[in-house]
């Protein structure tokens, strides 16, 4: 499929992916991936019984994102259009290997997004 409006911002690229900073309108996503998780995931990196963080928070949290090829980029499938998770390097100062960071929506697990997504990330860095 070739690209459409407003893929200008595309970063990396493979057979059936896109991988580009995250736009406000698909805040939605990440918070739905934050309702999915497994409860072993640390509580305030989940939705809690009060429904927080709220649609909002996601929303100015990708506003206030600086874009840049490093973090952890939404990833969109080619054909359909839609953002289905994110991947990146994560690391702080003083981290002297950063580690590969993914989520996927569950709805599109088992698919091989992860491992696309991943080599694609890894290819960039080791460039």
């Known amino acids: 499929m070739a690209r459409g409006a407003g893929d200008s911002d595309v970063l990396l690229e493979t057979a059936r992916l896109l991988l580009r900073p995250w736009r406000v309108e698909e805040a939605a996503v990440q918070r739905e991936m934050w309702l999915e998780r497994d409860p072993r995931v640390p509580a305030h990196r989940r939705i809690d019984g009060d429904g927080r ?10 506003r206030t994102s600086e874009p840049s090829s490093a973090g952890l ?55």
């Open 53 to 62: 963080p709220a649609l909002a928070a996601f929303e100015a949290s990708i």
């Open 73 to 127: 980029l939404a990833v969109q499938r080619k054909v359909e259009g839609d953002v289905i998770g994110y991947c990146g390097l994560v690391g702080g100062p003083g981290v002297h290997e950063p580690e590969l960071a993914f989520e996927f929506l569950r709805r599109c697990w088992g698919q091989g997004h992860a491992t696309e997504a991943g080599w694609a990330v890894l290819d960039q860095a080791r460039a």
